[in-house]
């Protein structure tokens, strides 16, 4: 069974940091995609960051570059979101997805293109 599971969400001070985990099982990495994304209430899904698993090259949405990091322990099947400087804006449900194939069509913090989600992290940014 194709599982992801995120956890580290939490309530935070703006200026503070979390980091987001999410392990997977029941399907190999190889080739895929792992991305992460957040919704806010009464907004869309949109992507935050992907890195793909083979190669390790990463994606940043412009909202969050320089202040979030992906990367990815493949030994462990996990994928990782540090998350430094946070905003009220980035305060959302964050979730955890994988693609069913390799990056190459184009943009990888497209929500559509994920067929594997995980449940969900809340992380709240008080100002």
């Known amino acids: 069974e194709v599982q992801l599971v995120e956890s580290g969400g939490g309530l935070v001070q703006a200026g503070g940091s979390l980091r987001l985990s999410c392990a997977a099982s029941?399907?190999?990495?190889?080739?895929?995609?792992m991305g992460w994304f957040r919704q806010a209430p009464g907004k869309e899904r949109e992507g935050v960051s992907s890195?793909?698993?083979?190669?390790?090259?990463?994606w940043y949405a412009d909202s969050v570059k320089g202040r979030f990091t992906i990367s990815s322990d493949n030994a462990k099947k996990t994928v990782y979101l540090q998350m430094n400087s946070l905003k009220p804006d980035d305060t959302a449900v964050y979730y955890c997805?994988?693609?069913?194939?390799?990056?190459?069509?184009?943009?990888?913090?497209?929500?559509?293109?994920?067929?594997?989600w995980g449940q969900g992290t809340q992380v709240t940014v008080s100002s």
């Open positions: 029941g399907f190999s990495l190889d080739d895929r995609v």
């Open positions: 890195i793909s698993w083979n190669d390790g090259r990463t």
């Open positions: 997805a994988a693609s069913d194939r390799p990056p190459g069509w184009g943009n990888t913090l497209r929500p559509g293109e994920y067929p594997y």
